[in-house]
C-alpha cells in the first residue's frame, strides 16, 4: 500500500521528489523544506493521512545540510504511514505545517529547541524541554551530554500584553450585546500556576490560567520539568543499555516500553521474537497497562473527590506488583526484556497466580463501576467536560483511550497487530462523546479486555526457547563464557561494544497504555544508536490542554487532565 | 519524664523540648514533591496496604505552609530547582527534607545536561533513601529515622541547624 503511496506522490510532484527510500517496511520520500507544505496537504487532502504521528529532527554535522526534519504520517482511513524527509542546512528555516496539523506545533518546538532548526510561520516558537535560560541546543552532535546549565527563575508564560488581550477577551463574554460594556480590567484577572508541584498534576506540568472569577480565559501550559534526556542518553549507552532507560518513559507501564523498544531495534536488525517471548510479552504488556489504566483511574476518581476508589483499585494493583516483583526483581522499574527475548522466563507458579490476581481485579472494578456509573456527582462533573471531537482528536496527534473515547475504534494492536494480536479474541472499546467520562469509561472496559487477553496468553503460551537463536544480539550462556573463549569474546563484545545493529533506520511501535508508543531509530552500524526518537503518546495530547480547558472552570481542568493521563516521564523523556 | 499518679492533679514532669519533639515526631505532616516514578510509589507507601498512617503520616498535605516534612520523590532537572527552593523556603519552622530515590540524592543514572545532580545542590537534605526507586518499606524505614532524629532535635529551627549544609 504505501509502496503505492509513494508512487503516486511521484506521479504527483514529479522531481520535486528528491528521492525515495524504503527500508524494512518504512517507506519515505525526500522533499526540499519549500514544498513540505504543498506535500503535506496533499497527503492530508488527497491520501488521507489524518495524523501527523511525530517530527523528529537529525543532527548530521558532516554532510552540508546538516540537518534531517523527519515527518512521520499515518492514515487510520487507508492504513498507511509515510515519511516525509526534509534536508536543511543550519539556520535555514522550514515552514512551519502547524496549520495543517496542530500537533505540529509542539513537535516543530522540540526539534527547534534540540537542534536549533528554526520554523518559519510558526505561531510561538519558543523552546518546550530544556529551559528558558539554556543556551545552545541540545541534541546537536556537538553538545557535550554532561553540561548542565542552571535555571535561576521560571519563566513567565504571560506578557502584559496577553493579559491585556485576555482582558477584552473576557469583556466580550461578560457583556451581552447592546449593553453598555461591562469592562473586565487586566487587573481583575487573577494569574494562577497550576503545578509544577500540585497535587492534580501527578507528576511535573505547569498550566498557567488567567481567571475571571473562577472561569478561566486563557490558558498556557509548559513541560520539559522532567526532561531526563532520553534521547540524549540513548546516544550514549549502547542498545541494550538503553533498556533501563525505557521504563522509566511511562513509569506506570514499564514493561510495555520494554517490549515495545525491544520489538522495535529487532525490527532493526531484522530478527523476530520466539513465539514463547511473544506470549510473554503479550501477557506482561496486557497486565501493565491494567496497571497503568487502574493509576489513571484511582487518581482520576481521586482528583474529582471520589476517594474511595482509590483503595478498592490500589490493592490490586499492588497485588498484581507483588507478582511482577518475584519475576524481575522490581515493582516500578522491570527492566524485564532484552533485545531478541527476555531476560528470564516466568517463574513457575505465574500462570496460577496471576489467574488469582485477576478474579481481584474483576472484584475491583466491579465495585469501582457500582459506585460511579450511575453516580450523580461522578456524571455531573465528568460528563461534557473537556469533550473533544473525533476529527479535532486526530489532528491534535490523539491515540489510544483518549482517541477511542471520540468514538474511532483504533487500536495498533488490531491496525498493524504484532507479537500474535491477531490471534487473540478482544475487542476495541470506544466512546461517543470523547469527554472526561468517555475516557474513564473506555479505560474501565479496556481492563476487562486486557485481562481477558491475558487470561487467552496464559491458557496457550507456547513452550520452546525465550531468547532467539542469535550469538549476535543473546549473551551467550554462563557455562560457555567460563569454559571457551569464544563464548568469553561474545561476552565480552556483546558487554562493551554492544549489539551491533545494521545501519539503517526503522520506525518501532505499538500500542501503549496511552496510545501509540514509538521508537524511530537510527543506526550507524555501531553498538550505539545514532539516533532514538521516542513518540511518547501524552506529548501530543497534553499539547492540547490548554485549549481544552479554556472557558470552562477549575475544577473541569482539574477532571479533564486527570482523564488524559499525562506522564510526565513520558511527556518529558 | 516522671508521672505522679498518687497526688489528686495528677501530673507529668518533663522536658518542654521532649513534649514538644513527642508530639511532633508522631505528627508529621508530609509535603510530596512528587516530580517522577519515585511518585508513584509514595502513592504506593499512603495506600492501604503499606499505610503511611501507622506512623502518623499521613495527612499528605500539597501546601508547604501547612507540612513539615519535604519528601523529593523523582528527578529533579535544572528547570525544576529553582521552583523545589521556593517550596522549601514556604515551609514553616521546623522542617526535614527527605531525598526520596537516587535521583534526588544524586542524580542518580541521570549524568546529563539536563538534570541536577542531587537536591542537596539546592537545598539541605537529611535523608538520602537508596533505591531507583525505593519500596515503600525503605520509605518507611527512612521516616522512622527522621522521627529519632525529631526525637533528639534542639528547639532551634533548621535554619540554624543545617548552616552550611548545602553543597554547590
Ligand atoms: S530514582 Fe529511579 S524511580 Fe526514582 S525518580 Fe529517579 S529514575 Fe525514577
Known sequence: MSQKLVERLQREFGDEILAVASHRGDESVTVAPANLPKVLAHLKDAEGCEQLSDVVGVDYPDRDERFEVLYLLRSWRNKHRIQVRVPVAEDQPVPTVSGLYRSADWHEREVFDLFGVPFSGHPDLRRILCHHQFEGHALRKDYPIEQGQECTRPENLFTDADIARAAQRATNLVTRVGDAADEVHPSDLLTVNIGPSHPATHGALRAELLLD???????????????????????????????????????CSAMLNNSIYASAV????????????????????????????????????????ALTNYWYLYNVRESIYE?????CGSRLTTNYARIGGMSHDLYPGFADEIRHKLGELDRGVTDVMKLVARNRIFLDRTSGVGAISQADALSWGYTGPCLRAT???????KEAPYWGYET???EIPTGTDGDTHDRIMVRMAEMVQSRSIVMQALDRLPSGPVDVDDARVILPPKAEVYGSIEGVMNQFKLIYEGIR??????????????????????????????RMKVRPPCFPIFSSYAEMIQGGMIPDAIAVLGSLNIIAGELDR | MAVDLESPSNYITTRLRQAVNWGR????????????????????????????????????????????????????????????????????????????????????????????????????????????????????????????RVEKEGLVPSSVRHAGRVQS
Open chain 1, 501 to 530: 545493529v545494521p545501519a539503517g533506520e526503522g520506525y518501532g511501535f505499538g500500542e501503549g497504555a496511552n496510545g501509540e508508543l514509538g521508537f524511530f531509530c537510527i543506526s550507524d552500524g555501531t553498538g550505539h544508536p545514532y
Open chain 2, 25 to 148: 515526631k508522631y505528627s508529621l505532616w508530609p509535603l510530596p514533591f512528587g516530580v517522577a516514578c519515585c511518585a508513584i510509589e509514595f502513592m504506593s507507601t499512603v495506600s492501604s496496604y503499606n499505610d503511611i498512617s501507622r506512623f502518623g503520616a499521613e495527612l499528605v498535605r500539597f501546601s508547604p505552609r501547612q507540612s513539615d516534612l519535604l519528601i523529593i520523590a523523582g528527578t529533579i532537572s535544572y528547570k525544576q530547582a529553582p521552583i523545589l527552593k521556593t517550596i522549601y523556603e514556604q515551609m514553616a519552622e521546623p522542617k526535614w527534607v527527605i531525598a526520596m530515590g537516587v535521583c534526588a540524592s544524586s542524580g542518580g543514572f541521570y549524568n546529563n545536561y539536563s538534570t541536577l545532580q542531587g537536591a542537596d545542590r539546592v537545598i539541605p537534605v537529611d535523608m538520602y533513601v537508596a533505591g531507583c526507586p525505593p519500596t515503600p518499606e525503605n520509605l518507611l524505614y527512612s521516616l522512622t529515622l527522621i522521627q529519632e
Open chain 1, 266 to 305: 529487532e525490527k532493526l536488525i531484522g530478527i523476530e521474537a520466539t513465539p514463547r517471548c511473544q506470549g510473554i510479552r503479550v501477557i506482561v504488556s496486557e497486565l501493565s497497562r491494567i496497571i497503568d489504566h487502574l493509576v489513571c483511574v484511582c487518581a482520576n476518581l481521586v482528583d474529582i473527590g
Open chain 1, 424 to 426: 487473540y479474541d478482544f
Open chain 1, 213 to 251: 472569577g473562577e472561569t478561566i480565559i486563557e490558558a498556557r501550559t509548559e513541560i520539559g520539568y522532567i526532561h531526563r534526556c532520553f534521547e540524549k542518553e540513548a546516544e550514549d549507552h549502547t542498545w541494550a543499555e538503553v533498556m533501563p532507560y525505557t521504563d522509566r518513559l511511562n513509569y
Open chain 1, 407 to 413: 468514538g474511532l475504534a483504533y487500536d495498533l494492536r
Open chain 1, 323 to 327: 507478582s511482577l516483583e518475584k519475576l
